[in-house]
């Protein structure tokens, strides 16, 4: 099974400041059509959750700009430019090559 | 507009069954890859089972196959999670999510609560 493991669990940031979250798969998520599927997620408090970035750097509609997602091979990150109020949540990022698996998450909250 | 609907969540009994059914609608259901993701109220999201839009494919969690099936009815937009020799670790709440190209998952429904207990 592909391992995804995230970091920080935890990411304390003041309102304005950037945030950055790790993801690292156990093996390379390049499918044999030549794309890459990870894809990041945020979770608001008492909601599903929301795509936000699919195939390491494509935003969802409407998911605001400060949101950007980079990475190749088996190393991806997620970053937000600007943390605001309405950030606060979990964000996971997930694999989608082999049978989908999650990493453990990552709770954004605001210093 | 995509909807997922999630029904069948309720008590469930150690050792006996419920059906997870997904009412989708506002897209082309039979385009579409569907799974079942899990959650742990307050835990992290597990993958459960996927299958392929014309039903023929169908995986699971290693820690599940053999007590859960998934199945589809593509005349009623549907997709159903049959959960069998429920356990109390099964107590999660279940999301109804679609899938585009067999990893690549967007919408997700509200989520249907399972609490297994006696």
């Known amino acids: 099974d592909v391992v995804v493991t995230q970091s920080p669990p935890s990411l304390p940031v003041t309102l304005g400041q950037p945030a950055s979250i790790s993801c690292r798969s156990s093996q390379s998520l390049v499918y044999t059509d030549g794309k890459t599927y990870l894809s990041w997620f945020q979770q608001r408090p008492g909601q599903s959750p929301r795509r936000l970035i699919y195939?390491?750097?494509k935003r969802d509609s409407g998911v605001p700009d400060r949101f950007s997602g980079s990475g190749s091979g088996t190393e991806f990150t997620l970053k937000i430019s600007r943390v605001e109020a309405e950030d606060v949540g979990v964000y996971y990022c997930m694999q989608g090559k082999h049978w989908p698996s999650f990493g453990q998450g990552t709770r954004l909250q605001i210093k | 507009e995509v909807q997922l609907v999630e029904s069948g969540g309720g008590l469930g009994q150690p050792g006996g069954s419920l059906r997870l059914a997904c009412a989708a609608s506002?897209?082309?259901?039979?385009?579409?890859?569907m799974h079942w993701v899990r959650q742990v109220p307050g835990k992290g999201l597990v993958w459960v089972s996927r299958i392929n839009p014309d039903g023929t494919i169908t995986n699971y969690a290693e820690s599940l196959k053999g007590r859960f099936t998934i199945s589809r009815d593509n005349a009623k937009n549907t997709v159903y999670l049959q959960m069998n020799s429920l356990r109390a670790e099964d107590t999660a709440l279940y999301y109804c999510v679609r899938d585009a190209a067999g990893g690549l998952v967007d919408y997700w429904g509200q989520g249907a609560l399972v609490t297994v207990s006696s």
């Open positions: 195939e390491v750097s």
């Open positions: 506002g897209f082309t259901f039979t385009d579409y890859w």
